[in-house]
């Protein structure tokens, strides 16, 4: 607040520095002026540094004018009425000047309070995308049989990768899991976050670490007192009040040091950040379980495509054969035309299956080639088949046991719901009082050979009166978070419970369903061979042959899609339960 003096006050003041006899003490005069351009403690600079220079320079701008006037009322000594007038005007106007510097809305020192740093509502990290393993019973080739179809899906980011490197040109398991690891887009995205939470963590610790500061000025001013707000008038004549001071200058050189000693909100944030940032430690290790997930899928999908096509190829290869026989003996006049034209069908039927089949094992080795990091394309080859293998030995309970202890995303989970509970315990401790030290020491002058050390040390002691409200809504805001974060640590409780238990049926529906497939080829071999014995003696027509190798066909596609999702749902529990590329040789047998 800027108060003009009075009459009054200039005259009350003019009397302390008059002695009795009439006379002014001009050295008492001289010593108010010094005094007064050092009593005021020199505050702690916030980030405008407009500010600070513009108090900076209002001082030294009084202390050349204090000189200035000091040296001019002793020229005058027969004028001791006019020289305290000019003395009493500078001493009104400092007050005018330092209130106008003074900052506003910061106790003393420059520190300010901690707030609580709110979290979002969930903590879930599944905006990157997720990997789904489904085993769907669908009808078989001949609508009689229902197998079950596996799908292994990447959503997200994790349907990608980031980068490419040399590559030999045929991909093993290991290799492709290890690069999926490095490459997948899903990966990369949440080590990343990783890496944003410790930078966060590292940023919300140095609200309680020392913070030193230096700075070097040199200002050179020229200043306009009737614009600092001196307005006097010339009361007697040959007395003449300087409207412009300078140019001047000064030099300072200062460090500062800022340290917070007691801010329990300060200290509860740093706690509620690191358990984001072991949250996030946690999300990586379980996107690598959900990449293990869907490579593994994808390279068990590219090895069954690859089966698929070469039990067609070997199909076309027998119908071929038939059909060249049929043509034998219609030209012997053995057999009629119908069925020649049966088996031409065939062979025909069994060339459009194998470039469907060919088209979709191209396919899935692009989709390899995208989880992989490897150029999209179908060029390249599989080094790694995985036959049937028993699951290993385990009980469900077993099983639940391992992975409520393995689980990534669990200890996610629970690291998410600490992170709500200090970030609560911030927010409540706000209402509490915090205690922080201001330091700073540096020289000052007019030149640096002319400079003199000056100092200030300031303790502050915040406390909250009042503050519309802004503490409780942080609290109830910080106390939705929480609910929602233990409500998504149950959720995946559950999660784990159900993947477990789903891999467990699935293992043995797809091993029973492995068994009856081998079965069932053998059989439908064994009438192949008789039905073609019979065509050849001329007993039966073709139609029995055909029916035969349509049940051939059947039977091995019903075993490569069982033993592919026996492979399928033993990747699964793998996941389920936790490390899977860890644990991938053991559930995975390679030939």
């Not at 038939?322 to 025909?348: F, H, K, M, S």
């Given at each position: 607040m800027m108060i003009r003096p009075t009459k009054t006050s200039i005259r009350r003041s003019g009397k302390d520095v008059t002695p009795r006899h009439g006379e002014p003490d001009w050295r008492i005069v001289k010593g108010l002026f010094t005094a007064e351009t050092q009593r005021t403690p020199r505050k702690r600079r916030e980030d405008v540094r407009g500010l600070f220079f513009f108090f900076s320079s209002s001082l030294r701008c009084l202390r050349v004018l204090c000189v200035s006037a000091v040296n001019s009322a002793i020229g005058f000594s027969r004028y001791p009425?006019?020289?305290?007038?000019?003395?009493?005007?500078?001493?009104?106007?400092?007050?005018?000047?330092?209130?106008q510097a003074e900052p506003t809305g910061t106790?003393?020192?420059?520190?300010?309070?901690?707030?609580?740093?709110?979290?979002?509502?969930?903590?879930?990290?599944?905006?990157?995308?997720?990997?789904?393993?489904?085993?769907?019973?669908?009808?078989?080739?001949?609508?009689?049989?229902?197998?079950?179809?596996?799908?292994?899906?990447?959503?997200?980011?994790?349907?990608?990768?980031?980068?490419?490197?040399?590559?030999?040109?045929?991909?093993?398991?290991?290799?492709?899991?290890?690069?999926?690891i490095d490459f997948n887009l899903g990966a990369v995205g949440l080590t990343n976050a990783v890496r944003e939470a410790r930078g966060q963590r590292k940023v919300v610790r140095s609200a309680l670490l020392p913070n030193l500061n230096g700075y070097l000025s040199e200002t050179v001013r020229q200043v306009n007192l009737q614009a600092l707000g001196l307005r006097l008038n010339q009361p007697l004549p040959g007395f003449t009040i300087p409207t412009i001071a300078g140019p001047f200058?000064?030099?300072?050189?200062?460090?500062?040091?800022?340290?917070?000693?007691?801010?329990?909100?300060?200290?509860?944030?740093?706690?509620?950040?690191?358990?984001?940032?072991?949250?996030?430690?946690?999300?990586?290790?379980?996107?690598?379980?959900?990449?293990?997930?869907a490579v593994g899928g994808a390279y068990l999908q590219v090895i069954a495509a690859k089966a698929k096509v070469d039990a067609s190829r070997a199909q076309l290869e027998t119908a071929n054969a038939l059909y060249q026989q049929a043509i034998e003996q219609r030209g012997a006049g053995v057999i009629a035309q119908t069925d020649l034209n049966r088996a031409q069908i065939q062979a025909l039927t069994e060339q459009q299956r194998l470039i469907t089949l060919q088209n979709d094992l191209a396919k899935q080795k692009i989709n390899l080639a995208r989880l992989?990091?490897?150029?999209?394309?179908?060029?390249?080859?599989?080094?790694?088949?995985?036959?049937?293998?028993?699951?290993?030995?385990?009980?469900?309970?077993?099983?639940?046991?391992?992975?409520?202890?393995?689980?990534?995303?669990?200890?996610?989970?629970?690291?998410?719901?600490?992170?709500?509970?200090?970030?609560?315990?911030?927010?409540?401790?706000?209402?509490?009082?915090?205690?922080?030290?201001?330091?700073?020491?540096?020289?000052?002058?007019?030149?640096?050979?002319?400079?003199?050390?000056?100092?200030?040390?300031?303790?502050t002691l915040s406390f909250p009166i009042w503050q519309g409200g802004r503490i409780k809504g942080e609290i109830e805001q910080a106390e939705a978070a929480l609910s929602q974060r233990r409500a998504e640590l149950e959720d995946i409780r559950g999660e784990i419970e159900s993947d477990v238990r789903n891999a467990f049926l699935d293992l043995q529906a797809a091993a029973s369903q492995v068994e009856v497939a081998r079965k069932n080829i053998q059989i439908a071999q064994q009438n192949l061979d008789l039905t073609r014995q019979r065509f050849d003696a001329g007993v039966s027509?073709?139609?029995?042959?055909?029916?035969?190798?349509?049940?051939?066909?059947?039977?091995?596609?019903?075993?490569?899609?069982?033993?592919f999702a026996h492979n399928v749902a033993k990747l699964s529990l793998a996941r389920a339960i936790g490390r899977a590329a860890e644990n991938l040789p053991r559930f995975l047998t390679l030939q």
């Amino acid at each position: 607040m800027m108060i003009r003096p009075t009459k009054t006050s200039i005259r009350r003041s003019g009397k302390d520095v008059t002695p009795r006899h009439g006379e002014p003490d001009w050295r008492i005069v001289k010593g108010l002026f010094t005094a007064e351009t050092q009593r005021t403690p020199r505050k702690r600079r916030e980030d405008v540094r407009g500010l600070f220079f513009f108090f900076s320079s209002s001082l030294r701008c009084l202390r050349v004018l204090c000189v200035s006037a000091v040296n001019s009322a002793i020229g005058f000594s027969r004028y001791p009425i006019r020289a305290a007038i000019f003395a009493i005007a500078i001493l009104a106007l400092s007050p005018r000047v330092l209130a106008q510097a003074e900052p506003t809305g910061t106790p003393p020192g420059g520190t300010r309070r901690a707030q609580a740093i709110q979290l979002p509502l969930s903590g879930r990290t599944g905006q990157n995308g997720t990997v789904t393993s489904t085993q769907v019973p669908t009808p078989g080739t001949t609508t009689s049989v229902n197998t079950l179809n596996p799908r292994v899906e990447p959503a997200g980011s994790f349907a990608g990768s980031a980068a490419n490197r040399p590559f030999s040109g045929r991909l093993s398991l290991r290799e492709a899991v290890d690069r999926g690891i490095d490459f997948n887009l899903g990966a990369v995205g949440l080590t990343n976050a990783v890496r944003e939470a410790r930078g966060q963590r590292k940023v919300v610790r140095s609200a309680l670490l020392p913070n030193l500061n230096g700075y070097l000025s040199e200002t050179v001013r020229q200043v306009n007192l009737q614009a600092l707000g001196l307005r006097l008038n010339q009361p007697l004549p040959g007395f003449t009040i300087p409207t412009i001071a300078g140019p001047f200058n000064f030099f300072d050189l200062r460090a500062s040091l800022t340290q917070t000693v007691v801010d329990v909100t300060a200290w509860k944030n740093y706690g509620s950040a690191k358990e984001i940032a072991r949250a996030n430690e946690r999300s990586v290790e379980d996107a690598r379980d959900l990449v293990v997930l869907a490579v593994g899928g994808a390279y068990l999908q590219v090895i069954a495509a690859k089966a698929k096509v070469d039990a067609s190829r070997a199909q076309l290869e027998t119908a071929n054969a038939l059909y060249q026989q049929a043509i034998e003996q219609r030209g012997a006049g053995v057999i009629a035309q119908t069925d020649l034209n049966r088996a031409q069908i065939q062979a025909l039927t069994e060339q459009q299956r194998l470039i469907t089949l060919q088209n979709d094992l191209a396919k899935q080795k692009i989709n390899l080639a995208r989880l992989t990091g490897l150029e999209s394309t179908d060029l390249y080859d599989i080094s790694d088949l995985v036959p049937f293998s028993p699951a290993p030995s385990m009980r469900l309970d077993e099983a639940l046991k391992l992975a409520f202890e393995n689980r990534a995303d669990l200890k996610a989970a629970e690291s998410q719901v600490r992170a709500a509970e200090k970030a609560l315990a911030a927010a409540r401790a706000e209402r509490l009082p915090s205690f922080s030290i201001y330091a700073d020491y540096g020289v000052i002058g007019t030149t640096p050979s002319r400079s003199h050390g000056t100092f200030s040390v300031i303790g502050t002691l915040s406390f909250p009166i009042w503050q519309g409200g802004r503490i409780k809504g942080e609290i109830e805001q910080a106390e939705a978070a929480l609910s929602q974060r233990r409500a998504e640590l149950e959720d995946i409780r559950g999660e784990i419970e159900s993947d477990v238990r789903n891999a467990f049926l699935d293992l043995q529906a797809a091993a029973s369903q492995v068994e009856v497939a081998r079965k069932n080829i053998q059989i439908a071999q064994q009438n192949l061979d008789l039905t073609r014995q019979r065509f050849d003696a001329g007993v039966s027509d073709n139609v029995e042959v055909v029916q035969s190798q349509e049940s051939i066909a059947t039977g091995q596609l019903d075993y490569i899609n069982s033993l592919f999702a026996h492979n399928v749902a033993k990747l699964s529990l793998a996941r389920a339960i936790g490390r899977a590329a860890e644990n991938l040789p053991r559930f995975l047998t390679l030939q």
